[in-house]
C-alpha cells in the first residue's frame, strides 16, 4: 500500500502539491535533454566519433525494428515511440539504481501513457485510412459487435497501463520479500533483473504494444 500511495515532495503557487512520482519524471528530462544536447554537439560526416557511430547504431536499429512494425506510412511515429521508450528505459532502470521510486508505479503515469497511445493509435488509423471508414470498422464483420469493437478502444489502452504498472510494482515487492528473508546474497543478481533487465523488457513490451495496435489500426 506504500507504493501504490504517492508522495508530494514539494508544492508550487501555481501547479500545486508535485508528486515524487512528477518529480523525477522532470529530472528524467532534464538528463535526456542535457545528454541529447552534449551528445550532438559535434557531428561530422567524416570520419565520426566512436560514441556518434554508436548513437546512429542505436537509432537505427531502433527505426528499421519499429518501421518493420509500422511500414513505410508509419515513419511519422517513430519519433514518438522511440521517445517514449527512451523515457521509461530511464524511468525503470536509473530511476531506482539512484534511490529514487521509478515513476511507473505510479497509476497516474502508466495510465497518462496508456492514453497518449490510444489517441495516437486511433489517430494513426483515422489519417490512414479517413473517418468514414475509421466510424464503419466498428461495425464489421456485422453491426452485431459494434459494442465490443468500441469497447476495444479502452481495452487497448487498459492492457497497457496495468500491465506496465502491475509488473513494476510486482517486481518491487518479491525484490523487497527477497531482502526480508535472505538479506544477503540472493537479492543482489534479483535486483539486477528487475532493476535493469525486467525494466528495459517493458520498455520494450510497452512501445512494441503500441506500435503493434497502431499497425492493426490503420490496417
Not at 527477497?178 to 546474497?185: A, Q, S, Y
Request: charged share 15%.
Amino acid at each position: 500500500m506504500e507504493e501504490l500511495s504517492c508522495e508530494t515532495v514539494f508544492t508550487l503557487p501555481v501547479l500545486g502539491d508535485i508528486s515524487e512520482s512528477v518529480a523525477v519524471t522532470w529530472i528524467i528530462m532534464a538528463v535526456l535533454v542535457i545528454l541529447s544536447i552534449i551528445l550532438v554537439r559535434n557531428l561530422r560526416v567524416e570520419n565520426p566519433g566512436k560514441v556518434q557511430l554508436a548513437l546512429e547504431a542505436a537509432i537505427g536499429w531502433a527505426q528499421d525494428f519499429l518501421e518493420g512494425i509500422l511500414g513505410k506510412e508509419g515513419r511519422r511515429y517513430i519519433p514518438y515511440l522511440i521517445t517514449v521508450l527512451l523515457y521509461l528505459a530511464a524511468a525503470n532502470t536509473l530511476a531506482p539504481l539512484f534511490g529514487f521510486k521509478p515513476p511507473t508505479k505510479d497509476l497516474n503515469v502508466t495510465a497518462a501513457l496508456a492514453i497518449m497511445s490510444m489517441c495516437l493509435i486511433e489517430y494513426s488509423g483515422i489519417r490512414k485510412n479517413g473517418v468514414g471508414h475509421w466510424l464503419r470498422h466498428f461495425t464489421k464483420p456485422v453491426p452485431l459487435v459494434t459494442p465490443i469493437m468500441v469497447l476495444e478502444i479502452v481495452i487497448r489502452p487498459l492492457s497497457l497501463c496495468m500491465r506496465l504498472f502491475g509488473n513494476m510494482l510486482a517486481g518491487f515487492v518479491v525484490l523487497e520479500l527477497l531482502k526480508f528473508f535472505v538479506p544477503l546474497i540472493i537479492p543482489i543478481p534479483v535486483s539486477f533483473y528487475f532493476d535493469i533487465f525486467d525494466g528495459l523488457l517493458q520498455a520494450y513490451v510497452f512501445v512494441f504494444l503500441t506500435s503493434l495496435f497502431m499497425t492493426e489500426e490503420m490496417e
